[in-house]
């Protein structure tokens, strides 16, 4: 019989075996942190000019609006210093006016440039315990290009006016320069909203994402609350710990969000793009998921959408946490659609324009500094708004743009699932054979009779394998032995080698 359950004692995860790890992590999926020669030289030329050696050849690049004058804002997690967004929200007559200043990644990059080249190859920012892969030198990423407070950069600066419900009524988008007023993390965010000393800009940025989660709602939209496993700094180890979000990172997620549906309106409306697709949940797993949730004693109605259940549930809860594992099923599939390009592709309609779990269509613009796709699509839209042909180096890019954003996806997501792996097994390797308390939050049995699933700990935060000679409690909280914690194969299991007696306060629910 397992002993009493414990807590692991607070020791961080050893610095140097996580560094290894991370180096042998970095070697086997590919990711090569070094730049290019020619690439690096490219981006210091572009920071020390302030533009990318051929700007004065690119039509699109002459025309900027000076909107130095407003006051700006950017919220992002603490320490960042890539910051692609600023935020101004104000009043406008019965409804709001929305500025959202997005870093001009495109004037600093020439196309079809050594640096362009291998931001192609890189795709995506990745990021580690020990640091990031930037997707741009940090020349550009960190300094020239971000929009650090207090500084003049260019930018697409994004102007959307919505009515009293929420619900947009015009656009416009144009290239600027801007300068942000201030950088908030998102706990100063959040504790200056809840204290009532935030300013007029930050208030409004609460009240239009409040509405728009409203929208969302009404149209069957869904955003999962689903806690953050996260890796963080401990002296001078690391440390696991699961992060809730913040009501502020909600609401400032929604004016990204609905950027996005505005672009991806415009470059629909205008036949040439690219938009963020989503396939609509299998009816399979729309039922399998039904099922779980009658398992789980959680109420489901009849008629009731799949996003309205999802919208009530807590995922501290381990019966809601093992809901939300399940539902993660639905949203499979994710991709690009690109159209209007050198191929000649058509104009997606219908489901094929769609992301279903925003359940509009919906495109990345956002994140340039960390997103190779939004380059793209903001020159789309920065185009089709000023009347000017699409550049020919961005309708030539278009169609491999899906291939690309795919295979460095996979890599990223690689990456990222192989350093919380092993972080994990290096934080519970000297913890070998004690017991932990933990929920169950996905089950698959076997034919033999036996069960594996995936058991979510809290202390330290942990989502790994365990196995059962018999059934395991979907949803409810169960002891289990730590019997594997392998750093070579960054490998975590966990045993329930007794039976979770119904009604025994281990298998009640949170």
């Known amino acids: ?48 000019a302030g533009a990318a050696p051929d700007a004065a050849d690119r039509p699109e690049l002459a025309q900027r609006v000076d909107r130095t004058d407003l006051p700006l804002l950017t919220v992002d997690p603490a ?46 920012t990745l990021y580690a315990p020990d640091g990031r892969v930037p997707l741009h030198p940090e020349v550009l990423s960190e300094a020239a290009a971000s929009l650090l407070p207090d500084q003049v950069r260019p930018a697409a600066l994004w102007r959307v006016d919505l009515d009293a419900d929420g619900e947009p009524t015009d656009v416009h988008v144009e290239r600027a ?99 963020r697709t989503l396939p609509p949940a299998d009816p399979h797993d729309v039922a399998r998921l039904r099922r779980t949730a009658a398992a789980l004693d959680i109420a489901w109605g009849e008629d009731e959408p799949y996003a309205a259940v999802l919208a009530r549930v807590d995922s501290a809860r381990p019966a809601h946490a093992a809901f939300l594992h399940e539902a993660t099923s639905l949203f499979r599939g994710a991709g690009y659609a690109t159209f209007g390009g050198a191929d000649g592709a058509p104009v997606p309609t219908g489901d094929a324009a769609e992301h279903a779990a925003m359940r509009l269509p919906y495109a990345h613009v956002t994140a340039p500094l960390r997103r190779l796709v939004d380059r793209y699509g903001t020159e789309v839209c920065l185009a089709v708004v000023a009347g000017r042909d699409v550049p020919p180096w961005v309708r030539d890019a278009l169609p491999a743009l899906p291939a690309v954003m795919a295979e460095t996806g996979r890599r990223a997501g690689a990456f990222d699932r192989g350093a919380l792996d092993l972080v994990e097994a290096v934080v ?83």
């Open 1 to 48: 019989m397992p002993g009493r359950p414990v807590r692991l004692a607070a020791a961080p995860a050893d610095a140097a075996e996580v560094a290894a790890g991370l180096d042998a992590l970095r070697a086997e999926v590919g990711v090569d942190a070094a730049w290019p020669a020619p690439a690096l030289a490219e981006a210091e030329h572009a920071a020390r």
């Open 79 to 124: 320490g960042s210093t890539d910051l692609d967004q600023a935020v101004h929200v104000a009043r406008h007559g019965r409804g709001w006016r929305v500025h959202y200043a997005i870093a001009d990644v495109a004037s600093f990059v020439r196309p079809g440039g050594a640096l362009d080249a291998e931001t192609r190859r890189r795709g995506s």
């Open 177 to 275: 320069l801007v300068r942000s007023r201030a950088q908030l993390s998102y706990d100063e965010a959040q504790r200056a909203l809840d204290d009532g000393t935030a300013d007029d800009v930050l208030a409004g940025v609460r009240a239009v994402g409040l509405l728009r989660e409203e929208r969302e709602r009404a149209r069957g939209g869904v955003s999962l609350d689903v806690p953050e496993q996260e890796v963080v700094r401990e002296g001078d180890g690391w440390a696991l710990r699961f992060r809730r979000t913040l009501p502020v990172e909600g609401w400032n997620a929604q004016v990204s969000l609905l950027t996005g549906a505005v672009a991806a309106r415009i470059m629909l409306e205008a036949g040439v793009g690219v938009v």
């Open 428 to 510: 519970l390797a000297p913890a070998v054979g004690r017991t932990f308390r933990g929920a169950v939050v996905d089950v698959d049995e076997r034919g033999d009779g036996s069960t594996r699933g995936q058991l979510q700990v809290r202390e330290p935060a942990v989502r790994a394998r365990v196995t059962a000679d018999g059934p395991l409690p979907l949803g409810r909280l169960v002891d289990a032995r730590l019997v594997e914690a392998s750093v070579p194969h960054r490998r975590v299991a966990f045993s329930v080698e007794r039976p979770v007696r119904p009604g025994s306060p281990l298998a009640s629910p949170a």
